[in-house]
C-alpha cells in the first residue's frame, strides 16, 4: 500500500483503486493512465508541484489540458510562480514522477484543484505509484488535501 491509500482507509473515504501495467517507455503519465484504463481523459488529473521560491504548492489539473501558471499564482495569491524540478517534487511529496499522488505526500502542501473537476462524480488522481490510480468524488479529494480551493487553472494543450 501506498501512503496515500493509507491516508485514504485513515479518513474511511471512499475511493477506487485502478492498476494497470506501466510502460517504462512512457513519460505522458497521466495520458497512458487514462487510455489503459479506458476512462474519459477529461476525468483523469495530473498533480504537479509549483513554487514561488519561498514555498511549494500543489496544483491538480485534467491530463488533457495543462496548467497555466498566471491562473494559478492567482489562486494561490503569490505573484508568479514556477513548474517545480522533478528532483525537488519528488523530496517533498516522497513521491516518484509519474506517481505523486496529492494524497499523503510527505509535507502537507496548499492545493488547488481546477474547477473542471467539480463536474464529475468521480476524478482519477495518482495513488502514489506509477501505474496506480485512484477514483475519488472531488470534493472528497479536496478535503483530504491542505487547505484546498477550486478554480480555473487549467488551459487547453
Known amino acids: 500500500m501506498t501512503p496515500a491509500i493509507d491516508q485514504l482507509k485513515k479518513h474511511k473515504i471512499a475511493f477506487t483503486l485502478h492498476e494497470y501495467q506501466h510502460d517504462a517507455h512512457c513519460h505522458s503519465f497521466g495520458e497512458e493512465a487514462a487510455n489503459k484504463l479506458n476512462l474519459a ?75 473542471s473537476a467539480q463536474i464529475y462524480s468521480k476524478v482519477y488522481v495518482s495513488g502514489g505509484q506509477r501505474g496506480l490510480d485512484i477514483g475519488i468524488a472531488p470534493q472528497d479529494l479536496s478535503q483530504l488535501c491542505r487547505q484546498t480551493r477550486f478554480a480555473n487553472i487549467a488551459q487547453s494543450k
Do not use: H, W
Open 41 to 115: 481523459p477529461e476525468t483523469v488529473f495530473k498533480t504537479l508541484l509549483v513554487t514561488d521560491e519561498k514555498q511549494f504548492f500543489v496544483a491538480i489539473v485534467p491530463v488533457t489540458g495543462q496548467l497555466n501558471l498566471k491562473r494559478a499564482a492567482s489562486a494561490f495569491a503569490v505573484k508568479k510562480l514556477r513548474m517545480a524540478e522533478a528532483k525537488e517534487a519528488e523530496r517533498i511529496t516522497g513521491y516518484l514522477i509519474g506517481g505523486i499522488s496529492p494524497i499523503g505526500q510527505k509535507k502537507s502542501l496548499v492545493t488547488c484543484i481546477d474547477e
